[in-house]
């Protein structure tokens, strides 16, 4: 680094340093104008203030990155999949303006079903969303789905998102219908001991964790650091943590009818349900009837004759017509837990809770003393934090209404997030839109922005997109669209002065670029299904267990781990099942989220089991032969299969020397395999096209988006 780089570098680091230090996430929202900008590219609001600020640092923006670079990030950034072969020819040979074309691509994506699918799942990173309990025993929570499925339908039907945020919060107390039933299964996504401890620490250990993710998701705040002292950073008493939490207090877990279920889904649902109870019942038939034709043999009588009743008997006493292992094996069937009954899976009710009925007296919240359940100090009514006291003045006498009555105070509390005096929760959401499209929020620690956090690198460009968001109608499309069509999301990941530019802002906070990114575990795996031919677009219901690699075990002390039929392992990553205690080897290779724990952002590390899951795992192989036969299709020549293979992995054309190599290995790699025993002629070339498709999931132009 040149003197001068390094003293542009410093000085721009400390004026960040005093811009974030003036900056407060309590402050009120502002209305920033536009910056003046000389450049009519980047005049629309959002360039405007990314190029004013690189302007201020001496640096220049990367040029725009082309139609087809941009069109594969957009695709998998509104819907998690890569864009088709078709997809593409047809947006390049669009002669419209790009104006014109770029927005109907973008209104075409934000309308399709797989939109709610891929940013769904952003939002249950940050609920901590799983299907099990975890801990110890890790126990099914066994229609958990339905909350997934609320969450995408709310995505696709671009709901209000403070609507959305008011019904996970408190949907029973505002009658929001059956969005309100399933949205408070909020409360039961942490982690939760059942086991070997007193009732009372459970219980508190769960309203700490509910309090906890309530400051994560919602106000962007390490709430959990007062649980035993003041915050240390942030001005947040202990008495504040523990105010917030008597919101929380009075619910109790509660299984509930729920209506929530789209009327397309319930064919396929029915449908599914009679498997999973066929598959049991066909089971327990199976060997009953074999121990009907012993006992008829037995009488010499016909095997219709002999009845349940006999069989039950004979069951029972273990007669010498029970073979061994039988009797257990039906006993185990017709009494086994939630794990071995999968129908139970399509019940109708939600796991959610609810406040404690009239007439039963409410709980009492204290301030604990180095956060010990058994140690209270002083008690503390529900109110919001101190810092807050400015915007939270006309919420006073409701929440004093609400403190003894069985229910509201939850009310209260979803009213004040979301209200137009609240500047947290629009900043925050507004920074976590714009972190899944740009790698990084404004504020890199979405879920810390107190003063322990990163800062805030555009706090003008946070408080227009906060208040675009607002005034729009908390509409989450809108604010999508806006960002995904600007010059800065089309900014090429190469710049020609990358040097001085990464020795002034080495991490790339101003935005000179753009920062490649590689797929998430269930991106990638949803792109290789794609690719293959083999995804399936069915939508909700319960879900599936992916097949566990060769070796791993399947039975545990608590659970078995019964893969679910292909047609149901062929669907998207976000129906796979989530259990916590034992996550699927290629998702926990890619870095899923920790379910025990607000993911505030996925990282991104590269490891050797990467590289030998993707290579080697039969995930890998078996999806590579399925793109090999569709590629191979209705007699393509193999210069035409290996375009159409670089077109649907990459997106792109082979270049002249890319085709040569792949013609010379698909020649090598057949003779090869004609050497060996058992591999049929027509198998020998599909199998050296097998091998390119592998190589082609593995490129790094495949896992990462430039």
Not at 83 to 93: G, R, S, W, Y
Not at 148 to 171: C, H, K, L, M, S
Request: charged share 30%; glycine share 6%; net charge negative.
């Amino acid at each position: 680094m040149t003197r001068h780089a390094l003293l542009t570098c410093c000085c721009w680091l400390i004026a960040a340093q005093i811009a974030s230090a003036e900056w407060s996430v309590f402050d009120p929202l502002t209305d920033p104008p536009t910056p003046a900008v000389t450049d009519s590219e980047w005049s629309r609001p959002i360039d405007a203030f990314v190029f004013a600020k690189l302007r201020d640092a001496g640096l220049s923006p990367a040029p725009s990155a082309g139609r087809r670079v941009w069109l594969r990030r957009v695709t998998y950034d509104l819907t998690g999949l890569p864009p088709t072969p078709a997809e593409i020819e047809k947006f390049l040979a669009d002669e419209r303006p790009d104006k014109e074309a770029f927005a109907a691509v973008v209104d075409r994506l934000l309308a399709a079903p797989q939109y709610g699918e891929r940013w769904g799942r952003h939002w249950l990173d940050v609920v901590r969303y799983a299907d099990s309990d975890g801990f110890a025993i890790d126990g099914e929570r066994t229609s958990l789905w339905r909350f997934r499925d609320y969450v995408i339908r709310t995505f696709n039907e671009d709901r209000p998102f403070d609507q959305f945020i008011r019904e996970q919060v408190a949907g029973d107390e505002i009658d929001a219908g059956e969005y309100g039933l399933v949205g408070v299964s909020f409360y039961r996504l942490g982690p939760w001991e059942a086991d070997n401890m007193t009732a009372q620490r459970r219980r508190q250990d769960y309203l700490n964790d509910v309090t906890d993710g309530l400051g994560a998701a919602f106000l962007g705040l390490t709430i959990g650091c007062a649980k035993c002292h003041d915050h240390k950073y942030d001005p947040i008493t202990q008495a504040d943590y523990y105010k917030l939490q008597a919101f929380v207090a009075p619910i109790q877990h509660a299984r509930i009818d729920a209506g929530f279920l789209p009327e397309e889904m319930k064919p396929d649902l029915k449908r599914r349900y009679e498997q999973a109870v066929g598959k049991r019942l066909g089971k327990i038939n199976e060997i009953k009837n074999k121990i009907r034709g012993r006992i008829a043999k037995k009488k010499s009588v016909p095997a219709a004759e002999v009845s349940d009743a006999d069989i039950d008997k004979a069951v029972k006493e273990k007669q010498d017509v029970v073979e061994s292992g039988e009797a257990d094996e039906l006993k185990a069937l017709m009494t086994s837990p939630d794990h071995l009954r999968p129908e139970w899976r399509f019940e109708a009710k939600a796991t959610a809770i609810n406040n404690p009925g009239d007439g039963k007296s409410l709980p009492d919240t204290f301030v604990l003393n180095n956060g010990d359940v058994f140690d209270p100090g002083e008690q503390v009514k529900a109110s919001f934090p101190d810092v807050a006291k400015d915007w939270s003045v006309p919420w006073a006498e409701r929440i004093a209404a609400a403190a003894d009555a069985p229910s509201g105070r939850r009310r209260v509390l979803a009213e004040w997030l979301t209200s137009d005096a609240n500047p947290l929760t629009p900043r925050v959401l507004a920074n976590r839109i714009w972190q899944y499209h740009f790698h990084a929020g404004l504020v890199a620690t979405a879920n810390d922005f107190g003063a322990n956090g990163s800062g805030v690198s555009h706090p003008h460009l946070l408080d227009y997109l906060a208040r675009q968001l607002t005034t729009g109608g908390w509409r989450l499309k809108p604010l999508h669209r806006e960002i995904v069509l600007s010059r800065t999301y089309r900014s090429s990941a190469r710049h020609p002065e990358h040097q001085k530019c990464q020795d002034v802002d080495p991490d790339n906070r101003l935005l000179w670029r753009s920062t490649p990114r590689r797929l998430e575990s269930e991106t990638l795996r949803d792109a290789i299904l794609a690719v293959s031919g083999r995804l399936r677009y069915e939508m909700g219901g319960p879900g599936f267990l992916e097949k566990l690699p060769a070796g791993m075990r399947t039975k545990y002390s608590f659970f078995e781990w019964e893969a679910s039929p292909d047609e149901l392992r062929l669907r998207r990553s976000i129906y796979m099942f989530q259990r916590r205690n034992l996550v699927h080897p290629m998702m926990e290779a890619f870095d899923v989220a920790d379910l025990n724990l607000s993911c505030e952002r996925r990282q991104q590390t590269i490891t050797a089991p990467q590289a030998l899951t993707l290579f080697n795992s039969e995930f890998a192989h078996e999806n590579s032969l399925h793109m090999a036969q569709r590629l191979q299709g209705d007699g393509r020549d193999v210069p035409r299969q290996l375009e159409l293979a670089y077109q649907t992995a990459l997106g792109r054309e082979p270049t002249a020397d890319e085709l040569s190599d792949c013609e010379a290995f698909i020649k090598s790699a057949t003779e090869r395999y004609s050497k060996r025993e058992g591999v049929s002629e027509a198998d020998r070339s599909l199998f050296a096209l097998r091998d390119v498709c592998l190589v082609l999931i593995n490129t790094t132009e495949f896992l990462y988006l430039d």
